[in-house]
C-alpha cells in the first residue's frame, strides 16, 4: 500500500461550479463556416448551367474542407481552456467528428470539381483527372495531402482501430499535419475567392497561422517547459490489486502545475520499449509539491510495463487535462461510482470533494479492490460512505437499476454523481440515472475512448 495519502488529508476545494463552454466554442466554429460560405457568396456573380452548379458546389465543399482541416488541427492542440471548461473527452469526440466531416467534404470537393471541369470541357472525367492533377499549380503536392488525409481517416474508423495497436494508430494520425501543410499552397493558389483579394488571404492565413501558434505552444514547447522546469522521475512502484499498481512520481515545484483531483497527464515513461508511447492516466490520489500518483490496471504491453519501471526512470508528462473535477458540482450532495481501475480519479475526489460524499465502488471480487484499504480511511477521516458491488458467489453480478439506486440512495435526484470506468458500464449507470430522475447537468463523466 503506498502512503502517498498518509497523514491529514487534503483540504477540500470550493464549490465552484464553473459554466461550460461548450456552446460559445461551437457558436465560434459554426459562425466561422459561415463566414467561410459568406466568401464563396461575395465572389460568386451567377451559378449558370449545370457546370457552374457542379463547379459551385466544389468551391463551397473545398473551403468547408479548408476550413474543416484548420478546425481538426486546431482541436488536436490540447488548448487547456478546452480541455477542462468543457472536457477532454469531448473535445475528442469533436475532433472524430470534425474529421468525418473532413473527409466527406474533401470528397465532395474532388468529385464536384471535377465532374465540373468535365462538362465545361467536354471531356471524361479520366482526362480532366489527369489534367488537374498534373497540370494545375500545387496539384501534386495536395493530391498527396489527399493520400494521407484518406489514410488518416481509414485507420480511425472504429473497426480499424480494433485491429491497430495505439502507437501505428497515433503516428498515423499525427500525419494531419503534412497533410494540411501539403494542401495549403493549393487552396491559395487555385481558390478563385483569394486570387487577388488581399483581406480573403490574410484571413485564411491567419485561421492557419494561428492554428499552427497553438498546436505549437501546447502541443511542444509547453511540454518541453514543463518536464524542463518539474524534473520528472519515477519515486516508487506499488502492487495494489491483481494486475494494478501505483506509480508515484516526484518532482519540483509540482503545485505550480496547478493539477486538480479528477484530472488527468499524458505520461511518456523514458525506459526501453516504453518511451513511444504517451498515455492517459489520472491521478489516484491529489498531488502534492512534489510527487503524483497515478495507478494503472495492466491492459495491454504498455501498461503492463509499468510494473517493470525503476525507481529514478525519467517521465515525460503533458497537462494536466481533464474536467472531472469539483468545479462539475452543482450542490453539496455527490456519488462517486466507480468501476475498475476507474477508481483512480474517483479516488482523488472522495479525498477533497466538500460536502456530503458517497462512493459505490463496483469489482469482480474483494481481492480486486484497488485502493480499497485507503478508501476507508478516507471514509473514516470524514465521516463519507463506503459501498461495494461484487459479483456473488457463482459470479452473478449486481443489478445498478434506477430502483436499486434510488433504494440505497435517498434523495439520488439531488446529487452530483461522477462517474468512471468502462465504456460500456458507464453507459448504463447513465442511463439509470436518467430513469432514477437525475438531471443530466448533475452527472459527470469524462473517457479516455475515442
Known sequence: MTTVDAGRAAPPLPLTARRSLAGPVLAVLWA??????????????????????LTGAGRIAGLLCGYACAVLVGLMARVPLLEVRIGSDRVARWHAMAGRYTVCLLVAHIVLILAGYAAQDRASLWHETVTVVLDYPEMLKATAGTVILFAVGVTSVRAARRRTSHEFWYYVHLLTYAAVFLAF????????????????????????????????????????????????????????????????????????????????????????????????????APPRPDRMRITVKALGDHSAAVALL????????????????????????????????????????????????????????????????????????????????????????????AQSLQATFPGLAGHDVYICGPHGFAQDVYGALRAAGVADRRIHHESFEL
Do not use: C
Not at 42 to 49: N, S
Not at 221 to 238: D, F, G, I, K, T
Open 310 to 401: 525503476r525507481p529514478g526512470t525519467r517521465v515525460w508528462a503533458e497537462g494536466p487535462y481533464g474536467s472531472l473535477t469539483a468545479d462539475r458540482a452543482t450542490g453539496q450532495r455527490s456519488l462517486l461510482i466507480a468501476a475498475g481501475v476507474g477508481i483512480t480519479p474517483l479516488r482523488a475526489l472522495f479525498e477533497t470533494l466538500p460536502g456530503e460524499v458517497t462512493l459505490l465502488y463496483r469489482a469482480r471480487g474483494a481481492e480486486d479492490l484497488a485502493l480499497g484499504g485507503e478508501l476507508e480511511a478516507i471514509a473514516r477521516r470524514r465521516g463519507a460512505r463506503v459501498l461495494y458491488a461484487l459479483n456473488g458467489p457463482h459470479g452473478e453480478r449486481p443489478s445498478i437499476t
Open 32 to 53: 466561422g463556416a459561415a463566414a467561410v460560405v459568406a466568401l464563396w457568396w461575395a465572389d460568386t456573380d451567377a451559378v449558370v448551367g449545370a457546370a457552374g452548379r
Open 185 to 284: 499552397g493549393h487552396q491559395l493558389a487555385l481558390g478563385e475567392e483569394f486570387n487577388g483579394k488581399p483581406v480573403a488571404t490574410a484571413f485564411w492565413y491567419a485561421l492557419y497561422l494561428g492554428v499552427a501558434a497553438l498546436v505549437l505552444w501546447f502541443r511542444v514547447l509547453a511540454p518541453v517547459r514543463l518536464n524542463r522546469r518539474h524534473r520528472l522521475r519515477v519515486e516508487s512502484v506499488h502492487r495494489e490489486a491483481p494486475g494494478v499498481y501505483s506509480v508515484v512520481v516526484h518532482g519540483r515545484r509540482l503545485d505550480e502545475l496547478g493539477a486538480r483531483p479528477g484530472q488527468f497527464f499524458r505520461w511518456r515513461f523514458l525506459a526501453e520499449g516504453m518511451s513511444w508511447t504517451s498515455t492517459p492516466y489520472s491521478l489516484s
